[in-house]
C-alpha cells in the first residue's frame, strides 16, 4: 500500500489525520464525499444513495464546487497536502462533479485525479457479477469526455486502473491473476482493507467482512511474489511522473 485518500467529513477525521501523520511516506489524497455523511459547507445530510445524490446534482440541491473546496480545505488545515484526488462512489463520473474536482484540484495544486475505468480483464475472472461488469462497461462510456476535461486543466491520471470489479470479492487468488494481467504503464489499484470491527459493522457500507480478505491478501507471501515475479515497481504520486 503506497497511497490512501482520507474522508475530510468521516467521523473519524481526526483519526486518519494522526495516522497519516505517522506514516510520512504514505502518499494521502482526499476522498471527497458528497454522498452519505454531512456538508461542510452547511452542515445539512448529504443524500445517502447514488440516486438521491443524481437528484439532487440535477436539482443543483449541492453548491458542487463550495462543498469539495471545503473538503480539500480542511485537509490542507490539517497539515496534509493532498497528493491527489478521488471521489466516494466515483460520483465524479458525472460531468458537473468532474467540473468541480478540476476546478478543486487545480487551485490547490493537486496534479492527480483517478480514472477509474478498470482495464478489461479476461475469462480468468468469470466471477465477476453481471451488474459489476455492466456498470463497469457503462462507465467506459464516459472515458474519452472525462479524459479531456483533465486535460483541459493539465490534470493527470494513471495509465491504468483496476478494482472496481473484483470489490467485495478481493481474494489473494483475484489478486495473484489481475497482477499476472496488468498491462504496460502505470496502474492505480484500488483496495479497501481494514478491520471489521464493531463500529464498521453498524456502517452503511455493503464492504465488511472482505475488508478483512483484502488485508489478507494484500499482505499474502504469494501476492509479494507475483509482484517481483512480474518485475512490477510499487510508487506512489510523488515518484509518478
Not at 218 to 233: K, M, N, Q, Y
Request: contains cysteine; positive net charge; proline residues 6%.
Amino acid at each position: 500500500l503506497t497511497a490512501t485518500t482520507l474522508m475530510a467529513n468521516g467521523e473519524a477525521f481526526e483519526h486518519a489525520v494522526a495516522l497519516a501523520r505517522a506514516n510520512p511516506t504514505l502518499d494521502i489524497g482526499c476522498h471527497l464525499v458528497l454522498v452519505g455523511g454531512r456538508s461542510l459547507v452547511n452542515g445539512n445530510p448529504l443524500p445517502p444513495t447514488a440516486a438521491g445524490f443524481i437528484a439532487a446534482v440535477a436539482q443543483r440541491r449541492i453548491p458542487l464546487h463550495e462543498e469539495l473546496r471545503a473538503q480539500v480545505r480542511r485537509v490542507v488545515q490539517a497539515g496534509i497536502a493532498p497528493t491527489h484526488l478521488d471521489t466516494h462512489k466515483h460520483t465524479h463520473l458525472a460531468p458537473p462533479v468532474l467540473e468541480a474536482v478540476a476546478r478543486v484540484a487545480e487551485e490547490f495544486g493537486i496534479r492527480w485525479v483517478r480514472r477509474p475505468f478498470d482495464f478489461p480483464l479476461t475469462a480468468g475472472h468469470a466471477g465477476v457479477p453481471f451488474v459489476t461488469r455492466l456498470t463497469s462497461g457503462a462507465m467506459g462510456l464516459v472515458r474519452s469526455r472525462f479524459q479531456r476535461a483533465l486535460e483541459k486543466r493539465q490534470l493527470r491520471s494513471t495509465d491504468h486502473f483496476a478494482g472496481f470489479q473484483i470489490t467485495g470479492r478481493f481474494r489473494k487468488s483475484e489478486l495473484v491473476a489481475l497482477i499476472g494481467e496488468l498491462p504496460q504503464g502505470s496502474t492505480e489499484l484500488m483496495c479497501h482493507p481494514g478491520f471489521c470491527g464493531a463500529a464498521l459493522r453498524a456502517a452503511p457500507t455493503r464492504l465488511k467482512e472482505s475488508r478483512e480478505e483484502e488485508l489478507r491478501a494484500l499482505t499474502a507471501p504469494e501476492v509479494r511474489e507475483a509482484v517481483a515475479r512480474a518485475g512490477i515497481d510499487l510508487v506512489n504520486y510523488r515518484k509518478l511522473r
